[in-house]
């Protein structure tokens, strides 16, 4: 057992008592205690809590956003026309009227609390929920395949999550790099003789979708090499890179819960709040730590919220050995430092990070849609194409969710220049998969085949992605 899970466990129980004191408004923002739990059918009253999600009709989507961000509620990657979503508690109700919002209930749903027995037990599962893999089946995952395929797969170790790097547990920090090797492919160089194509999931722990959205992307391409010839064709010309869990220890924290997944969005480092009991959630965002625009819109520095942007920007040891591993594979080809300032239309590479679950394809700049990049007419129209390929709305986050500073997205194109999206993975149609944690069934049923052809076109222009057009061919199967 790490003493890191056994102290917040520990926490946790002792806040348990407290639940029914007043707490101030800011602190009943977030939705979630510290995370180390049973199932909810093995909890007693004082293990669990009840999680609502609220709906928030406003008047300028914009501004509220930021005046919820800034009082520390946990904002939901969703929004409908005018509508934004919160989670949060019984009595975050109050403290939004007491905002001026006029939130209802969308769902009501009860979350076991820390529970120290199952804490060390679920960091060395496979499975949880029905199907959805553990950080550790994720780097066996990885390590199988590239033990199957050594001609087609290698797996790079970049780092180490924050309780591995502090002797608490944890896991290593894994990606995979995917091609028909020759000579010099997968070396950790920016000067590679191929294209390449990243993608990464689950930076939030709790949108478990996007983690086996990766999982199926690296057995299509290992698994279909040299029967499909798409998929043949791409593996010959471009270095895909994959790394499937870019939050180990906060997806430790969601599988502590077994059939009853807990909606830990952060990391596990606790060093800047670990007391957040029923308040809130411990943990830094890792996509508001990104050292670009950092401490901008979209962002909050209490510690407790689901949005807490870090003591400073590149803080979190999983930010800062993702930047390196980016930084390793990909040129510096923006040159200038202004948010105007272009990178070179025949620069190659692109990226995509999925989050969930708002059905919406996002590109930089994330921090403030009232401020274009210099490559914004090629950016958009490549993130037209892929949501013409998925069915959802494209655009810069301000403009159809909401701004947020500090992302993955935006510190790729910020600092390197590369072609970079996130795809907010979500029910578009109706089928009864939306939120964080649809069924199982919804992955091979439902997401898969809406998000693979979406892959596909994506790293079939990682050798352009400015030379994109609005016209540019989008894969439907």
Not at 46 to 60: A, D, F, G, L
Not at 173 to 179: F, M, Q, R, S
Not at 434 to 462: N, V
Request: charged fraction near 20%; include cysteine.
């Amino acid at each position: 057992m790490s003493r890191k899970l056994v102290a917040l466990a520990a926490g946790a129980t002792a806040m348990a008592a407290a639940a029914v004191l007043p707490v101030a408004p800011s602190a009943l923002a977030g939705a979630n205690a510290p995370h180390s739990a049973v199932g909810h059918s093995a909890v007693r009253h004082s293990e669990q809590r009840t999680v609502i999600v609220y709906r928030v009709p406003t008047r300028h989507p914009q501004e509220d956003a930021q005046k919820l961000a800034k009082a520390g509620y946990d904002l939901l990657e969703r929004r409908q026309g005018n509508n934004l979503f919160v989670l949060g508690g019984p009595d975050t109700a109050a403290g939004l009227r007491r905002l001026g919002f006029r939130p209802t209930v969308v769902s009501t749903t009860v979350k076991p609390l820390p529970h120290p027995a199952k804490a060390a037990a679920a960091a060395q599962s496979d499975t949880y929920y029905g199907g959805y893999h553990t950080p550790e089946a994720h780097n066996a995952h990885l390590d199988q395949v590239a033990a199957q395929h050594p001609d087609l797969a290698s797996v790079v170790t970049y780092g180490q999550s924050w309780l591995k790097q502090h002797g608490s547990g944890g896991h290593d920090l894994k990606a995979i790099c995917l091609t028909k090797r020759q000579n010099g492919d997968c070396a950790l160089n920016p000067g590679s003789a191929k294209p390449r194509f990243f993608l990464m999931s689950q930076i939030h722990a709790r949108e478990i979708t996007t983690g086996e959205i990766s999982w199926r992307w690296i057995d299509e391409l290992t698994q279909k090499y040299g029967s499909d010839p798409e998929i043949t064709k791409l593996m010959d010309t471009t270095e895909m890179w994959v790394v499937p869990i870019a939050n180990p220890d906060g997806v430790d924290i969601v599988a502590q819960g077994g059939d009853n997944p807990i909606w830990q969005r952060k990391n596990a480092d606790d060093s800047n709040g670990g007391s957040c009991g029923l308040s809130g959630q411990i943990g830094v965002d890792l996509n508001r730590n990104a050292g670009t625009h950092w401490g901008g819109l979209g962002t909050s520095d209490q510690p407790c919220s689901e949005i807490y942007l870090g003591p400073a920007a590149d803080s979190e040891v999983e930010n800062s050995a993702l930047e390196g591993l980016f930084r390793q594979l990909y040129p510096a080809v923006r040159t200038g430092t202004g948010d105007g300032d272009p990178a070179p239309l025949d620069a190659r590479g692109d990226m995509i990070t999925l989050h969930s679950d708002a059905s919406m394809v996002l590109f930089p700049w994330a921090s403030d849609h009232t401020v274009h990049t210099g490559n914004d007419a090629q950016l958009r129209a490549m993130a037209g194409q892929l949501g013409s390929i998925t069915g959802y709305q494209s655009g810069q986050a301000g403009e159809i969710l909401y701004d947020a500073s500090g992302g993955t997205d935006d510190w790729t194109y910020d600092k390197l220049g590369l072609a970079s999206f996130t795809i907010e993975v979500g029910d578009s149609d109706g089928r009864g998969c939306d939120g964080f944690t649809p069924a199982y069934s919804c992955q091979d049923g439902y997401f898969w085949p809406k998000l693979e052809p979406a892959l596909r076109y994506a790293a079939q222009h990682a050798a352009a992605p400015y030379q994109t057009s609005a016209n540019s061919t989008g894969h439907r199967r």
